[in-house]
């Protein structure tokens, strides 16, 4: 129970935030995707910073989750394509929805209901993924 109470906790912060700072905001993502407005690339760089120092300091010291586990990163394997195909497919449904995985929670928390089509098309990506996922490419 503490354990879920940390999380929604967690959970409910990360959603005022992103509310808060209009990375939820549909204008704000047709804005970037224009290239008219830093705001989200402002927010997206200090992200990318602010996790590159989260896992270095992960890296460096001998940290432990919830369960009180040694947290171990292990390395991604190297590709381009893989990288490159996924950033344009993840990019383009971004694009065409107006919305980002994370973001897509906390809109279905502010009561819109049509978030519900993009959870369900995104779950069964997921879904196709885990199932072709070995008869992919390498």
């Excluded at 497919?89 to 928390?109: D, K, Q, R």
């Excluded at 209901?113 to 196709?128: D, Q, Y």
Aim: hydrophobic share 50%.
């Amino acid at each position: 129970m503490k354990q879920f109470l940390s999380f929604f906790v967690i959970g409910l912060f990360l959603g005022i935030l992103f509310i808060k700072s209009e990375v939820a905001s549909w204008f704000r993502i047709y804005e970037m995707f224009q290239f008219k407005s830093f705001h989200m690339y402002g927010i997206i760089g200090s992200a990318i910073a602010l996790g590159i120092i989260a896992v270095k300091f992960l890296k460096s010291t001998e940290a432990k989750d919830f369960s009180g586990k040694e947290i171990n990163i292990t390395p991604k394997e190297k590709g381009f394509t893989r990288y490159i195909v996924g950033g344009i497919i993840f990019g383009l449904g971004w694009a065409l929805a107006g919305a980002c995985p994370g973001p897509m929670y906390v809109l279905l928390g502010t009561a819109l209901p049509s978030i519900l089509v993009l959870i369900l098309g995104a779950l069964l990506g997921t879904f196709l993924y885990g199932v072709l996922k070995d008869k992919l490419p390498h």
